[in-house]
């Protein structure tokens, strides 16, 4: 059974520091694209970073510079380095996913983790 398990949120104050991390187990993360998302109150799921299978990344505008996404295919985890964050970075991340298949994709999700930035 594929399931991907985050851990690592918490609570922290303004310009602290958490890293996420996004243990998969049922699949190989080395051939998926990975992504973490976030939703905040009141707002919807958004893409914070993604890394393809080839090693390539990229960062919604508000995290560059503060974030990094990282993966261990030998552990297969992924990571999301936060540094200096905001109080507007509270939300729940979500661990994504995705590889393209005939006919559609496989598209697998973790169940959150709870970020808080406040002082």
């Known amino acids: 059974q594929q399931q991907l398990v985050e851990s690592g949120g918490g609570l922290v104050q303004p310009g602290g520091s958490l890293r996420l991390s996004c243990a998969a187990s049922?699949?190989?993360?080395?051939?998926?694209?990975m992504g973490w998302y976030r939703q905040g109150p009141g707002k919807q799921r958004e893409l914070v970073a993604s890394i393809t299978s080839g090693g390539s990344t990229n960062y919604a505008d508000s995290v560059k510079g503060r974030f990094t996404i990282s993966r261990d295919n030998g552990k297969n985890t992924v990571y999301l380095q936060m540094n200096r964050l905001k109080p507007e970075d509270t939300a729940v991340y979500y661990c994504n996913a995705k590889r393209l298949r005939p006919g559609g994709e496989y598209n697998y999700w973790g169940q959150g983790t709870q970020v808080t930035v406040s002082s």
């Open positions: 049922g699949i190989i993360i080395s051939i998926y694209a």
